[in-house]
T-cell receptor, first 112, second 110 residues
């Protein structure tokens, strides 16, 4: 499994962009990068995933470096409701979203 | 469309008691799974199922049983509760690129 490394915590001002980094230097060529978040005590929520191209949806953007060894999740205009733990996960095998290995993630605090 | 539902939300058991945590989904997903989350830790996979009648063990299966008689339901059974099973339990239902999680069951074993 590709191991991921994330900072344990980050702060962001409300209304500013939140940029959450993730290192996955052992990622294989066919493995995807997934991002989930967990708002306090709730079940995790899917945010976005990508293989090599940058991806954007209504929640966030995902920027993957050309060598695919790291990625950044961008919340363009963070709100207080974005305060959560954000998990970067690289499941084994191509397109395998089933067996996720969850680390400790990054605890993002959005401050007023 | 209710998504993934879990019952109960909270439960307190005494050591040695048994109980079943219920999980249901209405999205017709074949793959479902159970996780536990202990304080300050990431989720750990207990059991999973790739379809009705098919289950398999995850990372931490000891002390838990599962069955999958229908696509919709995936109950988790604690055979003889132990304090080490005090945790928050999440059920998930998986589409190809996204796992949908239930709200969780907070279990305390005294």
């Amino acid at each position: 499994d590709a191991k991921t490394t994330q900072p344990p915590s980050m702060d962001c001002a409300e209304g500013r962009a939140a940029n959450l980094p993730c290192n996955h230097s052992t990622i294989s060529g066919n493995e995807y990068v997934y991002w989930y978040r967990q708002i306090h005590s709730q079940g995790p929520q899917y945010i976005i995933h990508g293989l090599k191209n940058n991806e954007t949806n209504e929640m966030a953007s995902l920027i993957i470096t050309e060598d695919r060894k790291s990625s950044t999740l961008i919340l363009p205009h963070a709100t207080l409701r974005d305060t959560a733990v954000y998990y970067c996960i690289v499941p084994p095998g191509a397109g395998n979203n089933r067996k996720l290995i969850w680390g400790l993630g990054t605890s993002l605090a959005v401050n007023p | 469309n209710a998504g993934v539902t879990q019952t109960p939300k909270f439960q307190v058991l005494k050591t040695g008691q048994s109980m079943t945590l219920q999980c249901a989904q209405d999205m017709n997903h074949e793959y479902m799974s159970w996780y536990r989350q202990d304080p300050g830790m990431g989720l750990r996979l207990i059991h999973y199922s790739v379809g009705a009648g098919i289950t398999d063990q995850g990372e931490v299966p000891n002390g838990y049983n599962v069955s999958r008689s229908t696509t919709e339901d995936f109950p988790l059974r604690l055979l003889s509760a132990a304090p080490s099973q005090t945790s928050v339990y999440f059920c998930a239902s998986t589409a190809y690129n996204e796992q949908f999680f239930g709200p969780g069951t907070r279990l305390t074993v005294l």
